[in-house]
């Protein structure tokens, strides 16, 4: 599939999302300078994207690193690739990244899937 088809999908899935969901920011610790024993982090930056909020299932977390008290959300699209270093942000509430996950079928990033815990 060309670029612009997956961009165009993108877009797409990205204004499907915007509809019906919230706005949530992906917090990035600040880079470390100074020496590895005591390190000074710079500011940390903040990443805007999309957000549906829901469960795991049963299924959904059984054999893996997710609790029954994770949430789950279901990201757009974001100039950064979320990891578990993250925390996120939704409503003014700050949540620890488990796991993310990229939704790329065809090799493009469509959605992220993301287990998150306060």
């Known amino acids: 599939m060309m670029s612009e088809d997956w961009d165009a999908i993108t877009a797409e899935v990205g204004d499907a999302l915007a509809e019906v969901g919230q706005s949530a920011h992906i917090r990035r610790k600040g ?5 590895a024993y005591a390190p000074v982090y710079g500011p940390d930056t903040l990443h805007s994207f ?3 909020v829901g469960d795991w ?3 959904d977390r059984d054999g893996t690193s997710i609790a029954a ?3 789950k959300i279901t990201a757009s699209v974001m100039d950064i690739s979320p990891t578990a270093a993250d925390t996120v942000v939704i409503a003014g509430v700050e949540y ?3 796991t993310a996950m990229p939704l790329q079928p065809g090799g493009e990033v ?3 899937e993301i287990a998150a815990r306060r």
């Open 110 to 112: 469509l959605l992220w």
């Open 69 to 71: 008290t994770d949430i």
């Open 50 to 52: 999309t957000a549906i």
């Open 31 to 35: 880079t470390a300078t100074g020496p």
């Open 57 to 59: 299932t049963a299924r």
């Open 96 to 98: 620890e990244i488990v």
